[in-house]
């Protein structure tokens, strides 16, 4: 029995294992538990071996690389169309070991642990603002329980947080509470500072993400991001970088007619939210008269296009530019001025 590709489904403790030859039957079907997986893994000659890119996915391609075994890490959403019918791990297991085997699958690249490393940053800063944002919007609710209202932001916290403790009409017990919430934002915008100082010393290391920077829209935050979590070489060109990020309209065409709708936001959306608000500060500041920021292209797009939507256009054409900075070594180059000779 000759094993030229193993489909592996994981869990937290249970590895389905699903294998064929060189003629695609199946000659393997196993269940083994964590341990036992690794030991099984460790026996059996260097071959293919395909997971679903998801979490743990990247430890275990490091450890079965290191045995020699190929590894290939498929996204979910292309696994999904080869899983026959109903949901089981043995199906799932089929499914990938199945995607794997077409010529045309697009494969994740395995990071290190040190490039995953550097992404739990992105991640944990990811977190320490939702979890700011939720802390805000409770204080700013509770508050206006009591008639006390101030504008959006996280600048207004302190002012009401005085107002609050102004106001004799406030329970002594709601102060308490509104103050330990004021406190907590403090916290968290205590570490958040202390990630984004972490941050801008990444980018200052590397000399990709300082020449990202250069393009209109995208700042320090945006360009260390692109550089942890894009890597030029597996996109054919900016378009596709653009589509997998999800700056692209939806498709339903058939019949030869072309239907196209609204964005897709079917891909990386923590950069397709910095690359949109970057864009938006960029038009911001296009739209004010002789800003260098106002290009042909942008104030024929403005005077045509509702805002936002010109923001998400923006938003791809800034990513066709980085995937070129990045995969040609390329600095930027300022477009002419509008009405420029």
């Not at 430890?59 to 089981?88: C, E």
């Not at 239907?259 to 500041?285: C, D, K, N, P, Y």
């Not at 002789?290 to 936002?308: E, F, H, N, V, Y």
Request: with cysteine; charged share 25%; proline share 6%.
């Amino acid at each position: 029995m000759e094993i030229t590709r193993v489909g592996v489904d994981t869990s937290k403790h249970v590895f389905t294992l699903h294998g064929v030859d060189a003629s695609g039957a199946a000659v393997l079907r196993r269940d083994l538990r964590r341990g036992a997986f690794e030991v099984f893994m460790a026996k059996l000659p260097p071959t293919e071996v395909a997971l679903e890119a998801c979490g743990g996915s990247h430890h275990w391609a490091r450890r079965l690389g290191a045995m020699g075994h190929r590894v290939r890490l498929i996204p979910p959403q292309y696994v999904k169309p080869f899983v026959k019918r109903g949901k089981t791990d043995r199906a799932d297991a089929e499914a990938i070991c199945e995607a794997a085997g077409r010529p045309g699958m697009r494969f994740v690249p395995v990071k290190s642990a040190e490039r995953q490393g550097e992404i739990t940053v992105l991640r944990t800063r990811e977190l320490l603002v939702r979890q700011r944002t939720q802390l805000v919007n409770a204080l700013r609710g509770h508050a206006a329980e009591f008639g006390l209202v101030v504008p959006v932001g996280v600048a207004q916290v302190e002012p009401l947080l005085a107002k609050v403790a102004a106001d004799p009409a406030v329970p002594e017990v709601a102060r308490e509470m509104l103050a330990l919430l004021g406190g907590q934002v403090e916290r968290v915008d205590e570490q958040l500072a202390g990630i984004d100082a972490r941050l801008l010393a990444m980018h200052k290391a590397s000399e990709v993400s300082q020449r990202l920077a250069r393009v209109p829209g995208v700042g320090p935050i945006t360009a260390i991001s692109l550089v942890l979590s894009v890597d030029p070489e597996q996109f054919e060109d900016g378009r596709h970088l653009a589509a997998w990020i999800g700056l692209t309209p939806r498709a339903h065409s058939s019949g030869g007619k072309q239907r196209l709708g609204g964005i897709s936001r079917a891909g990386h959306e923590r950069l397709r939210q910095l690359l949109v608000v970057g864009a938006t500060a960029v038009i911001r500041h296009a739209k004010r008269p002789g800003s260098r920021l106002a290009s042909p292209w942008l104030t024929q797009l403005l005077a045509r296009k509702p805002r936002k939507l010109a923001a998400v256009a923006l938003a791809n054409k800034t990513a066709r530019i980085v995937w070129a900075m990045m995969a040609r070594g390329e600095a930027y180059r300022q477009a002419p001025l509008a009405g420029a000779a």
